[in-house]
């Protein structure tokens, strides 16, 4: 399994960025779990959001950022709006496959599988 994120870059405050994640190997990204992680310097990884039937979002991004997956390309994106400079970091996708009818997604960096290389996010004030 890869995930090869992209999308990254240096936006203004208030900005607008498109974070994509492009899985490929052995994966068909209905079957797992996508998710977002970022890591500040000096900070500990943390969850951004994830998808499955359904989405859960950090408190921090809810309202501005919204995570979406292309099944036919195999593709998870996050959508970010309204950019802060607090939302400089390193963003990770990760993915986590659903083993059970009875799987319940997480937040936790720990249950994560699989990862991609990370994109930079710079959010100038």
């Known amino acids: 399994v890869q995930l090869q994120a992209s999308g990254g870059g240096l936006v203004q405050a208030g900005g607008s960025l498109r974070l994509s994640c492009a899985a490929s190997g052995r994966i068909i990204i209905c079957s797992y779990v996508m998710a977002w992680f970022r890591q500040a310097p000096g900070k500990e990884r943390e969850f951004v959001a994830y998808?499955?039937?359904?989405?859960k979002y950090a408190d921090s991004v809810l309202g501005r950022f919204t995570i979406s997956r292309d099944n036919a390309k195999n593709t998870v994106y996050l959508q970010m709006n309204s950019l802060k400079p607090e939302d400089t970091a390193v963003y990770y996708c990760?993915?986590?496959?659903?083993?059970?009818?009875?799987?319940?997604?997480?937040?936790?960096?720990?249950?994560?599988?699989?990862w991609g290389q990370g994109t930079q996010v710079t959010v100038s004030s």
């Open positions: 990760a993915a986590s496959p659903i083993r059970s009818i009875l799987f319940v997604p997480s937040s936790s960096r720990y249950d994560y599988e699989y």
């Open positions: 998808i499955t039937r359904n989405t």
